[in-house]
């Protein structure tokens, strides 16, 4: 298999993975894990918290089903799964600035490495759905 096709198949299968991922995280967003969401929610954000993490969740899902199905639309759905990536961000800026502990970050460090994770996804998901491509 020569390098493009290898790399093809790179971005599929990332594309893959992504979805399925955001996919689980959605679904824990609704389950299991509902109340740490809520406890990064940012104070200032005029919106009930549970709210929020059910909003999120909702997107989350629906996100992660758009990037195992609809291929046509990949470009697409890879740029608003980037656009989500950046609109939570300011949740996990909270989480980091508050102190909160959750889904076992309980060390400024740990916070701080996942602020550091956030811009990644967002790479990830351009990357893998080709909606940033070399010109």
Do not use: C, K
Not at 18 to 45: C, D, I, K, M, N
Not at 47 to 65: A, C, F, K, T, Y
Not at 70 to 90: E, K, M, S, Y
Not at 99 to 122: E, K, M, W, Y
């Amino acid at each position: 298999m020569h390098f493009a096709g290898r790399t093809r198949y790179l971005r599929v299968a990332s594309q893959v993975v992504l979805g399925l991922f955001l996919v689980s995280a959605g679904v824990s967003h609704l389950t299991v894990s509902r109340f740490e969401f809520q406890a990064q929610v940012p104070s200032w954000l005029p919106l009930d918290p549970d709210v929020v993490v059910i909003g999120s969740g909702v997107v989350e899902i629906v996100l992660g089903l758009g990037l195992i199905t609809l291929w046509r639309l990949r470009r697409a759905v890879g740029i608003a799964t980037a656009l989500f990536f950046v609109a939570i961000f300011p949740g996990n800026i909270h989480q980091f600035v508050s102190g909160i502990d959750a889904f076992g970050l309980n060390s400024d460090a740990a916070r701080a490495t996942r602020l550091l994770f956030q811009p990644l996804l967002v790479l990830w998901a351009l990357w893998a759905t080709e909606a940033m491509r070399r010109r």
